[in-house]
């Protein structure tokens, strides 16, 4: 009964540190400080107050559970404590390594709370699980959607990719194309770059809603819904509908899937859902159902054969007994080949070539030839990994992995590994930076299949299934609010009275241009003059239009800007100095 009491008393005194510690680190927070970064809050905070409400708080967690005799009630208070103190401490320190040992301490608390139960499932009904489904797919949609809205409301959209694909919506509305001027400096169809039919899918939304905003919203529908093939591809491969519904929840708040859009809109968030389309036809076995999947994922872009070939040739190697998939893999092995090839070839005598250039330093001859790639892991494996394992890739694999619990490096059926291929060869592999970014577009995909690997281990281990996807959804989260947090400053910014200031005056400066006249404009004035035939973004083109538009934010120029440009032959329309400019040619 002693040690008992002890360990009450232990649990209480360090639930109510953590609580007390959480809203101290709030209210340094609303003093103007960094409380995880700067030594100096230790001084602001008052050691006997914040001592003394530790003691309160604990005695009276002591109070309510000997009360209501709830023996669990402690562990759920500490795991509860820590998990809130976990998550203020990274949405202020913004770091992988310190997400990692968070989510370590926080992993702790849980395997305290869940050390008697063998394994956590609840019997829910099938409507339960919808809602287990829906939450966390609503809430990652609209996340994204509203952040992205704010973040082209404050200026904050660059050209690249968010201007570009907003005229080349602009065209398709008006002229039934995908053609754009801001991609390339000139008027080219955006599949002379990139083969991507898919975005007609998304079109009918614009169509009825012709605005900036509606694309910008559709990156968290597209990304939301591939919570819909991911519980149908869970469901036929047995798990129960509560590991179904914790499931999807873990990867609703994988760092990746929202991450991708820190740069706005791009046919790559269409993978997440179109391979799990392709994953749960291969369950189901259907032949229509495998053709009509690989469409969709093929036409996403053109190295999306390159999944599709990895998905065919993992269900090749690991086929059921009762669902032999042998002939329908090879056919997507085929039909995969043919398509990367063609639309490789397309684009490169009839469009703007292929990105192999970011493979440059696998391919010593930099003829960008793939076969070059291959020779050279052939030839010298040892460089191989030279390449694969230098630090920005070590933490990129730690943003990656950590919320999957490093479940695909530890994956002993080395079939598996079949699908952590495309991972290697487009972000590891690369020495392009943004390849091995997750702020950036290009992991949606191998991401996803790392996902899928994780899932397939876990369908073997189902003694300890339940606890696996738990941990897993409380370290994605954790680690979501690290890499996301940031994107809630576009919305504190639209509503500070300072920037709002900036955005009326450069929303009245753009109000001098007409709709119809052909502009030059700086990379986060493109998105807000994309609807128009002509436009070219200043850094890029040496073309002369008739109206010339500068973002003068953050720049600080030593010479009489406007005299610049009047010898040059405009005129000036609006100009504030460290804002925007807006001149006319005479």
């Not at 927070?29 to 970064?37: H, I, Q």
């Not at 919203?217 to 919570?227: E, F, N, P, R």
């Not at 070059?372 to 230098?390: D, E, G, H, L, R």
Request: aromatic share 16%; charged share 15%.
């Amino acid at each position: 009964f002693c040690g008992r009491n002890i360990k009450h008393c232990a649990v209480s005194l360090l639930t109510a540190w953590c609580f007390v510690s959480s809203i101290n680190l709030l209210w340094l927070a609303d003093e103007g400080f960094n409380p995880v970064e700067n030594i100096i809050t230790v001084a602001l905070t008052s050691i006997t107050a914040y001592t003394v409400m530790i003691i309160i708080i604990a005695a009276i967690i002591l109070f309510v559970n000997y009360r209501f005799r709830t023996e669990g009630g402690f562990n759920l208070l500490l795991f509860i404590s820590v998990f809130i103190l976990g998550i203020i401490t990274v949405s202020f320190k913004r770091e992988a390594y310190t997400c990692l040992a968070v989510c370590g301490v926080v992993l702790l608390s849980f395997s305290y709370l869940v050390k008697e139960r063998e394994d956590i499932d609840i019997n829910i009904s099938k409507t339960a699980m919808l809602v287990m489904v829906a939450v966390p797919s609503v809430i990652l949609g609209g996340f994204i959607g509203v952040t992205s809205v704010y973040r082209y409301l404050s200026y904050a959209v660059p050209n690249f990719d968010g201007g570009l694909f907003f005229q080349m919506f602009y065209y398709m509305r008006e002229h039934f194309t995908m053609q754009t001027t801001l991609e390339r400096d000139m008027l080219l169809s955006h599949c002379s770059v990139h083969l991507s039919p898919v975005f007609w899918l998304i079109y009918p939304l614009y169509f009825l809603f012709p605005f900036n905003e509606t694309i910008q919203i559709s990156q968290g529908i597209v990304l939301a819904s591939a919570a819909i093939p991911l519980s149908l591809l869970l469901r036929k491969m047995d798990f129960t509908r509560f590991h179904t519904g914790l499931a999807v929840t873990a990867f609703c708040f994988m760092p990746f899937v929202a991450a991708g859009c820190n740069y706005d809109i791009h046919e790559n968030m269409f993978l997440p859902v179109a391979i799990f389309c392709l994953l749960y036809s291969f369950e189901c076995g259907s032949w229509w159902k495998i053709l009509l999947s690989t469409v969709f994922l093929l036409g996403v872009k053109e190295d999306a054969g390159i999944y599709a070939f990895f998905i065919a040739a993992f269900y090749l190697s690991y086929r059921k007994k009762n669902n032999d998939n042998h002939l329908k893999s090879l056919a997507v092995m085929g039909i995969s080949i043919i398509y990367f090839v063609v639309a490789v070839s397309y684009i490169d005598s009839c469009g703007m070539n292929t990105a192999t250039n970011r493979f440059n330093n696998m391919i010593y001859e930099k003829d960008g030839n793939i076969v070059s790639m291959i020779k050279t892991v052939f030839a010298n494996p040892s460089y191989t990994v030279t390449q694969i394992m230098n630090p920005d890739n070590i933490r990129y694999m730690v943003l990656v992995l950590a919320p999957m619990l490093f479940i695909p490096v530890f994956c002993k059926d080395v079939r598996l590994y079949i699908l952590a291929a495309p991972f290697v060869m487009f972000n590891l592999m690369p020495d392009y930076s943004y390849a091995h970014d997750i702020g950036f577009q290009y992991t949606f995909g191998s991401a996803s299949l790392l996902f899928y690997m994780s899932m397939v281990f876990l369908k073997e281990k189902s003694k300890n299934r339940g606890r696996t996807l738990s941990m897993m959804a409380v370290v994605s989260f954790i680690f979501f609010v690290s890499c996301m947090t940031q994107r809630t400053e576009y919305i504190k910014d639209y509503y500070n009275p300072q920037y709002r200031r900036i955005y009326d005056i450069m929303d009245e400066a753009l109000s001098h241009v007409p709709e119809d006249a052909e502009v030059t404009a700086g990379t986060f004035l493109c998105g807000k003059l994309s609807d128009r035939d002509v436009i070219y973004e200043d850094f890029y083109t040496d073309k002369e239009t008739e109206y010339l538009v500068l973002d003068l934010r953050g720049t600080d120029y030593d010479y009489d800007l406007e005299q610049f440009y009047h010898e040059k032959g405009y005129e000036t329309l609006s100009y504030t100095e460290g804002v925007i400019a807006v001149f006319r040619r005479r």
